[in-house]
């Protein structure tokens, strides 16, 4: 198949997904824009004499451990969290991080065995540790448009949660 035929078949399968009124479609297709768009800015602008594979993006202010910073972890499966998310750094590697994605905790939430309420310096809200979705990305997802939070809860509580829950 050439792109001009893949483009035709997905959009095809777009409108058929969007009839079902079960999924945001646009939110979807928004997210593949960016997604080509991050692809295109590294392909086109960042790598020289086609070596990717020792081109690496350099952000200007990285988060520190334990901070909460903004990341577009992707799209993946129903039920995964995706798109733009806050993320707990469990460990800088350089180019890459490891993270933990969260959402908000909403008053009355039901803990599930996978999630770890976090007290974050950030409007008093507490967030809540996604430990399933525990992830290594590349540290070109981060969203520098947005400011790192300072989190509260002790390091060695959310480390000793990890290593009960995860390991």
């Not at 451990?65 to 590697?93: Q, S, T």
Request: charged content about 25%; glycine content about 2%; some cysteine.
């Amino acid at each position: 198949m050439c792109i001009k035929e893949n483009l035709i078949l997905m959009n095809e399968s777009l409108i058929e997904l969007e009839k079902t009124g079960k999924y945001d479609v646009l939110r979807y297709t928004d997210s593949l824009l960016y997604q080509t768009n991050q692809l295109e800015y590294f392909y086109c602008h960042l790598v020289k004499n086609g070596d990717y594979d020792h081109t690496y993006y350099h952000v200007s202010h990285r988060p520190h451990v334990h901070e909460l910073a903004y990341f577009n972890i992707g799209r993946g499966y129903p039920k995964e969290l995706m798109d733009g998310h806050w993320c707990y750094v469990v460990k800088d590697m350089k180019y890459k991080v490891l993270i933990i994605p969260c959402t908000i905790f909403k008053n009355h939430q039901y803990i599930h065995h996978y999630e770890m309420p976090i007290k974050v310096n950030h409007m008093n809200c507490l967030y809540c540790l996604q430990l399933s979705d525990i992830k290594c990305i590349d540290i070109q997802r981060i969203d520098l448009r947005k400011p790192f939070y300072q989190v509260l809860t002790p390091r060695h509580e959310i480390m000793s949660c990890i290593k009960d829950k995860l390991l």
